[in-house]
Nanobody
């Protein structure tokens, strides 16, 4: 059984940085594309960053230039480095794996438990 485990969330002040990590448990599984979503309080879940097999990345406009997604194909992990955090970045962050059809990311995995990021002003 494949399970996604996010970690690294916490409480920070505006302008600070935070690194999130996602591991995939389960034997014999490697992912192709991956993506990080977030769900702010009272709002819909949104896709914030994706990474393709060969490392091509894409970001939501709201995080472009501040967030960096990366992957380690040996360790089977996906990280999200967040800097210059803003209060509006407060959300539960979820990692997923999926695939691309054209330029569109399609989530194939279920949801992990997520990790809470809270940014105070």
């Amino acid at each position: 059984q494949v399970r996604l485990v996010e970690s690294g969330g916490g409480l920070v002040q505006a302008g600070e940085s935070l690194d999130l990590s996602c591991g995939v448990s389960g034997t014999g599984f490697t992912f192709t594309a991956a993506g990080w979503y977030r769900q702010p309080p009272g709002k819909e879940r949104e896709l914030v960053a994706t990474i393709q097999t060969r490392g091509r990345t894409n970001y939501a406009d709201s995080v472009k230039g501040r967030f960096t997604i990366s992957r380690d194909n040996v360790e089977n992990t996906v990280d999200l480095r967040m800097k210059s955090l803003k209060p509006e970045d407060t959300a539960v962050y979820y990692c997923t794996f999926g695939s691309f059809i054209g330029d569109n990311y399609h989530r194939n995995s279920g949801w992990g438990q997520g990790t809470q990021v809270t940014v105070s002003s």
